[in-house]
Each structure stands twice: as structure tokens, then as C-alpha cells.
T-cell receptor, first 116, second 112 residues
Framework: QKEVEQNSGPLSVPEGAIASLNCTYS??????FFWYRQYSGKSPELIMS????GDKEDGRFTAQLNKASQYVSLLIRDSQPSDSATYLC????????????????FGQGTILTVHP | DADVTQTPRNRITKTGKRIMLECSQT?????MYWYRQDPGLGLRLIYY???????NKGEISDGYSVSRQAQAKFSLSLESAIPNQTALYFC???????????FGQGTRLTVV
């Protein structure tokens, strides 16, 4: 089982719709969860971080975390063509002080296309 | 200037050659990471380092080695490059604890 898995894409939504991106992780001691956006040929940039169960909202973006289900998601409301990119879920392990402590693992990414 | 700088940005090399990719940072972060990216596979961790004397293998370390010359510098070497090491390589840094990583601009490496 991969440590971090994202829902298979690509995902295509019309402009103005809600885009839903999902991610599951295998390490129960994971403490920090991140969503990055990556445009083609560019480096990833952070758009959301979440550390505790529940929802976290920032503008059009909402991150949701459920540690019991080992699940984290990202919702993009009022999707715009400029949101078209690859979205990467990342999980940072606490590792209980072992060698995995602080290791930052990424999922395979989901390509999102927002069409006018 | 970028806080996390990778050199070179692009490199074409021949099979069997030794090549070094360099990463330097001005963010003062203690943690540094090397990832490779291939289409459809996301970012895969090669090596990560928590300080100069603490270096750990990631999920795909075979064929690679690293050196943490100073807190601000972390180099990735391919001792004998092979074509399936053709990829986009990223260096990243972070602080200790539950903090995000910041990425360099990437190095596009082609092994022919």
C-alpha cells in the first residue's frame, strides 16, 4: 500500500463548480497534512495546511481532515480556469522519533482541469 | 533571488557519467529533501536530511547519494547515470516540526 494515495484523475469540472480532491494515508502517526498546487513545469506551491480534525477554510479552498479514517480532502469552490493544475497531497510523519520522523511524503497528484 | 536555489536548471548527460545536482537555501531551515518527479507518479522522496550529520534514505535511494556540506547546502549525486533517471528533480526545505516544505525551481535532468 502506498503511503499516500490520491483519487485517480484527471478531474474535469466546469467553471464555477466545486472541485473535490481526495487523499488517504497509511501512517496513523502522521501529524501534518498539506495540499500543494503545481503548474506544468513549475515547482509545487503550498495552498493549504491542516493539522487537526475538521475543516479549515481559506478563501475558495477548504481542507478537511479525518484522522480516524486517515483521510484528507480539498474542496475548491467556484472553480476558475486558473485553478487548472496538478494538486499534490503531502503528509508529514511524526514517526515517534524514529527514522521516519519529519519525513514528508507526497501522493501521485491529481490533474484538475477547469473548463469555461 | 529564490530562497531555495537549484543548479543546474537543465542538464543533459550521457549514460554512465557522474553528475551532481546542487541545492542551497537562505531560509535557515534545518531540514532538506530531494525528490524526483515523473509523470503520474507525483513526488518521490530520494533522501532527506535533518542536519549535517543526519541523513536518511527515502523510498527510491538506489542509484543516488547525497552530501550535506553545510546547513544550507544539500547535493544529490548520480554516480553512474542511467536513462531511467531522466526526471524532474526538486530540492525542498522545511523547519523542524509540523511545517510545510518550500521548493526550489527544479532541475530537469535527461540521461541519454
Amino acid at each position: 500500500q502506498k503511503e499516500v494515495e490520491q483519487n485517480s484523475g484527471p478531474l474535469s469540472v466546469p467553471e464555477g463548480a466545486i472541485a473535490s480532491l481526495n487523499c488517504t494515508y497509511s501512517d496513523r502517526v502522521s501529524q501534518s497534512f498539506f495540499w500543494y498546487r503545481q503548474y506544468s513545469g513549475k515547482s509545487p506551491e503550498l495552498i493549504m495546511s491542516i493539522y487537526s480534525n475538521g475543516d479549515k477554510e481559506d478563501g475558495r479552498f477548504t481542507a478537511q481532515l479525518n484522522k480516524a479514517s486517515q483521510y484528507v480532502s480539498l474542496l475548491i469552490r467556484d472553480s476558475q480556469p486558473s485553478d487548472s493544475a496538478t494538486y499534490l497531497c503531502a503528509v508529514k510523519s511524526s514517526g515517534a522519533g524514529g527514522t521516519s520522523y519529519g519525513k514528508l511524503t507526497f501522493g501521485q497528484g491529481t490533474i484538475l482541469t477547469v473548463h469555461p | 533571488d529564490a530562497d531555495v536555489t537549484q543548479t543546474p536548471r537543465n542538464r543533459i548527460t550521457k549514460t554512465g557519467k557522474r553528475i551532481m545536482l546542487e541545492c542551497s537555501q537562505t531560509k535557515g531551515h534545518d531540514r532538506m529533501y530531494w525528490y524526483r518527479q515523473d509523470p503520474g507518479l507525483g513526488l518521490r522522496l530520494i533522501y532527506y536530511s535533518f542536519d549535517v550529520k543526519d541523513i536518511n534514505k527515502g523510498e527510491i535511494s538506489d542509484g543516488y547519494s547525497v552530501s550535506r556540506q553545510a546547513q544550507a547546502k544539500f547535493s544529490l549525486s548520480l554516480e553512474s547515470a542511467i536513462p531511467n533517471q531522466t526526471a524532474l528533480y526538486f530540492c525542498a526545505t522545511s523547519l523542524k516540526g509540523n511545517t510545510e516544505a518550500f521548493f526550489g525551481q527544479g532541475t530537469r535532468l535527461t540521461v541519454v
